[in-house]
């Protein structure tokens, strides 16, 4: 109910929205399929779509940043595209994410709208 995930072959693409509030578990696990759709589809580009991710909590952040990231690098992902809200704790908790991460691992950019962020994760 907080994640939906969809995989396009075509662009190398996975799209990712969250839909609400994931407590820490539901989050890392969400985030874990994130990946399995990744390699499934072999995609080299993961759209997330942040505009109804309502926080996340600084010790998933660390988590996005030194376990899930390595294990993207492996899986091939090579860009990450981030729709973030205009405002709130999702648009906080986007850009604290993206600061924990920063832009080394991928080439990552921000978007305020779904099809700008395919546009670009479709260049890869």
Do not use: H
């Not at 294990?71 to 906080?92: N, T, Y």
Request: some cysteine; aromatic content about 8%.
């Amino acid at each position: 109910p907080w994640l939906s995930i969809q995989g396009d072959r075509n662009s190398n693409c996975v799209y990712a929205e969250w839909k609400g509030f994931a407590n820490s578990g539901e989050f890392r696990s969400s985030s874990m399929r994130i990946l399995e759709a990744v390699r499934a589809t072999g995609a080299t580009s993961l759209v997330s779509d942040n505009r109804r991710l309502e926080g996340v909590t600084d010790q998933d952040q660390l988590w996005i940043r030194d376990t899930w990231t390595p294990l993207a690098v492996d899986s091939g992902l090579r860009r990450i595209a981030v729709v973030v809200p205009q405002r709130g704790l999702g648009k906080i908790a986007s850009e604290q994410i993206l600061r924990q991460v920063g832009m080394k691992a991928f080439s990552t950019r921000t978007f305020t709208t779904v099809s700008e962020a395919m546009e670009w994760a479709s260049e890869a």
